[in-house]
T-cell receptor
């Protein structure tokens, strides 16, 4: 049974509209992340969180907000979606600890902005 | 500027051959190097990882060779199988970040193994 689940799995959004991507984990992990994947660009970190009610900026936070209302849930919010935000978004979780812990990814959410 | 570089961008081998995927990095403070693989339409998953205290890490048919002086590493897949066809991401972690998820990923190598 998947431990990191994302919704929606696929979405078409209109430019300027608001998009919310949701992530739920049952790993009991403290850390959660949102990554963006574009063809030819690997995975880039947008936002992350290590405790509920707190979020941190990653490498490419511009145009995105994040929300961590509980340990299990982490959302990515695009207030004004733009064409350049068309991508696949992955949520991930990891156990608290030093460098070397494994990232567990969700199934991905494919977003197309038109 | 890319902190983690991978080559080649794509690689094709025949079943039974050894596939060699290369990775290099800029920051000498990186201290943890995982490789993640991703099958088409699936999410990435950890394959194998190494720390600079070792120059080799083996797990079945998968071996990482690490050269700290040259800041290079490579993933060797021996006896390649069609089921190994995937995109392989090299990543690196800086201990100063204290956040394991702050991995810097390369752009990936797409491996195709033909039967």
């Amino acid at each position: 049974e998947a431990a990191v689940t994302q919704s929606p799995r696929s979405k078409v959004a209109v430019t300027g509209g608001k998009v919310t991507l949701s992530c739920h984990q049952t790993n009991n992990h403290d850390y959660m992340y949102w990554y963006r994947q574009d063809t030819g660009h690997g995975l880039r970190l947008i936002h992350y969180s290590y405790v509920a009610d707190s979020t941190e900026k990653g490498d490419i936070p511009d145009g995105y907000k994040a929300s961590r209302p509980s340990q299990e849930n982490f959302s990515l919010i695009l207030e004004l979606a733009s064409l350049s935000q068309t991508a696949v978004y992955f949520c991930a979780s990891s156990d608290r600890g030093s460098s070397g812990n494994t990232l567990y990814f969700g199934e991905g959410s494919r977003l197309i902005v038109v | 500027q890319q902190q983690v570089r991978q080559s080649p961008q794509s690689l094709t081998v025949w079943e039974g051959e050894t596939a060699i995927l290369n990775c290099s990095y800029e920051d000498s403070t990186f201290d943890y190097f995982p490789w993640y693989w991703q099958f088409p339409r699936e999410s990435p998953a950890l394959l194998i990882a190494i720390r600079p205290v070792s120059n080799k890490k083996e797990d079945g048919r998968f071996t990482i060779f690490f050269n700290k002086r040259e800041k290079k590493l490579s993933l060797h897949i021996t006896d390649s199988q069609p089921g190994d066809s995937a995109t392989y991401f090299c990543a690196a972690s800086d201990p100063g970040t204290q956040v394991v998820g702050q991995l810097t990923f390369g752009r990936g190598t797409r491996l195709q193994v033909y039967a």
